[in-house]
T-cell receptor, first 113, second 120 residues
């Protein structure tokens, strides 16, 4: 009964380093999302995907790239990490019907020094 | 673009009492969904309750209920018989029900959250 799994749960990077966050869901959901959560800001959408092989920009896409090569996985990449990208990152997934809620992973806390 | 406003950064309630969290939103759409999510210290985002805009009846889930006022664009959450486990950050969220080809309408727009403390 895994649902949405995010890897890793914590990471500390130095400015300029790169890394990839992995999101995996086992619910056969078509839609997947990456959000970031900052203090006092709520959750903001970075990128999303409406199906395998598709991605699109959300509200705050700059500095991030994503890929959805397999339906169950959605990867978020930081090519050159910056301190402004210090945040908690959440992945979510949902069915492609508008009345279905999004299911969230447990988040990844990322610190950029 | 839709916006969601939670005007109460923090609220507190005594155990067993009732508390109401406020949420207002701005949209030009007539068909949409509203959600309340709970985020405890464990950081999980847990769906508490949802409301379809086309339904006049307020949604209820056990001790949680909403007061949905469509004309006023208000969506408050009432927690009855508060328990220590209800202590968390609560987020109000909006989602369009209008289908578009890009799928962008399926995203959630969140408020900034209300931190609820439950006092024993």
């Amino acid at each position: 009964n895994a649902g949405v799994t995010q890897t890793p749960k914590f990471r500390v990077l130095k400015t300029g380093q790169s890394m990839t966050l992995l999101c995996a869901q086992d619910m056969n959901h078509e839609y997947m999302y990456w959000y970031r959560q900052d203090p006092g800001m709520g959750l903001r959408l970075i990128h999303y995907s409406v199906g395998e092989g598709t991605t699109a920009k959300g509200e705050v896409p700059d500095g991030y790239n994503v890929s959805r090569l397999k339906k169950q996985n959605f990867l978020l990449g930081l090519e050159s990490a910056a301190p402004s990208q210090t945040s908690v990152y959440f992945c979510a997934s949902s069915l492609n019907t508008y009345n279905q809620p999004q299911h969230f992973g447990d988040g990844t806390r990322l610190s950029i020094l | 673009a839709q916006t969601v406003t939670q005007s109460q950064p923090e609220m507190s309630v005594q155990e067993a009492e009732t508390v109401t969290l406020s949420c207002t939103y701005d949209t030009s759409e007539s068909d949409y969904y509203l959600f309340w999510y709970k985020q405890p210290p464990s950081r999980q985002m847990i769906l508490v309750i949802r409301q379809e805009a086309y339904k006049q009846q307020n949604a209820t889930e056990n001790r949680f209920s909403v007061n949905f006022q469509k004309a006023a664009k208000s969506f408050s959450l009432k927690i009855s018989d508060s328990q220590l486990g209800d202590a968390a950050m609560y987020f109000c969220a909006y989602r369009s029900a209008r289908l578009n080809s890009g799928g962008s309408n399926y995203k959630l727009t969140f408020g900034k959250g209300t931190l609820l403390t439950v006092n024993p």
